[in-house]
């Protein structure tokens, strides 16, 4: 802190201001003790508010919030320049080492920038796989996905809000980053609208300051989203699995069994995109608030879960051991699993754009192919 705040020295200063009762009376010395200690209790709170209005005002150019781009460039800056604990959960380097191994394999190994991605994004993306032990789609900047949260509503509001959960709820969009870290959040819709419904509002909207992913990168969404540019759903049919528990293991423990190129990429999919289902699983699991609201008016119920959110980002980035992010990455189906239903991905192809469609069918094709 700049400023030291000696609590002891003012609250002995401010006590010789109070005076002794010397009444015999009992019940003025009680009144006088109330009175005593009334007043040293409110200087405690007092001093104590001083101390928490320092330890804000000095800390708030450290407080992290939510990006407004999403690129690998703009992501490396802030890792590396901004807050050196992002550098850590994401790379398990702190930004100085991060440079001079960067610095090392460009002297001495050559390593040189491409035209689209520079060596700064080369190494951190090797050490994100290495780090969290994930495959890397090349340009996938996160995963997007809806929850909800109970809401209590008067029960002349409560029918627009009930969706297929069966209660009133608010459908809360949110994206989200590969360390977990919600980047973008949209409360407060009825729990009746689809997903791909808000999302087409929230990439619309003037109003609305969407993160839309920078030119070739893109976010991994269900089937109960549209797939176009900039969002890559997976592939849906009756015959062709999606989630990675879908898929059994061979008797030897070390390979998946798929029937088609479609499935391998699902599979890989929905191992990618569970990122944020965990991430609903920790958040819902912390905070019990999101299951039980009290009474408040909507407005606060929205902004709970912004808050809770935002907690749940700098707990995530504090870089300090916690139990609820430990245990979704020690097993990775721990988060909550909400697939989308038939009626989901009907919606999701009423909001679709099919400019350049068949272009990102192809882009999904060959990384299907690719795939071993």
């Known amino acids: 802190m700049d400023e030291e705040f000696d609590i002891s020295s003012q609250l002995n200063s401010d006590s010789d201001d109070v005076s002794d009762s010397t009444s015999d009376s009992s019940d003025e010395e009680s009144i006088a003790k109330v009175e005593r200690d009334t007043l040293t209790w409110l200087m405690y709170c007092h001093a104590a508010g001083n101390l928490v209005r320092q330890y804000i005002q000095s800390s708030r150019r450290r407080i992290r919030r939510f990006p407004n781009a999403r690129n690998g460039r703009v992501f490396m800056i802030t890792a590396l320049e901004e807050d050196p604990n992002i550098a850590f959960c994401e790379f398990q380097m702190y930004s100085p080492m991060f440079v001079h191994f960067t610095h090392l394999l460009r002297d001495e190994y050559e390593l040189q920038s491409g035209q689209d991605v520079d060596i700064y994004e080369q190494v951190g993306m090797f050490l994100f796989i290495l780090a969290h032990g994930k495959g890397y789609i090349q340009d996938c900047i996160g995963a997007i996905d809806g929850t909800h949260g109970k809401t209590i509503l008067p029960a002349s ?31 407060g819709t009825t729990g009746n609208v689809h997903d791909s419904r808000i999302l087409a509002r929230a990439i619309h909207s003037a109003d609305i300051n969407f993160p839309e992913p920078a030119n070739g990168k893109y976010y991994l969404v269900d089937t109960g989203f549209a797939h176009t540019l900039g969002y890559m759903a997976s592939y849906k049919g009756l015959d062709i699995r999606y989630h990675f528990q879908e898929f059994p293991v061979e008797p030897n423990g070390r390979h998946r069994q798929f029937r088609n190129p479609h499935e391998r990429f699902n599979f890989n999919h929905s191992s990618l995109r569970n ?70 991905e009907i919606a999701a192809t009423n909001f679709v754009s099919h400019v350049r469609s068949t272009e990102w069918d192809q882009l999904r094709d060959h990384i299907a192919q690719s795939m071993r």
């Open 157 to 187: 509001e409560r029918l627009h809000f009930i969706g297929r959960k069966g209660y009133p709820s608010q459908n809360v969009l949110a994206a989200c980053d590969f360390n977990m870290c919600f980047t973008f959040v949209l409360p």
């Open 275 to 344: 990122i944020i289902e965990r991430a609903f699983g920790v958040l819902k699991n912390r905070w019990n608030i999101l299951d039980r609201m009290p009474h408040y008016c909507f407005r606060k119920q929205t902004t709970v879960m912004v808050a809770t959110m935002a907690i749940h980002n700098f707990l995530r980035r504090a870089g300090i051991v916690d139990e609820a992010f430990q245990t979704v990455e020690e097993v990775v189906d721990a988060g909550e699993i909400d697939l989308p239903d038939v009626a989901d």
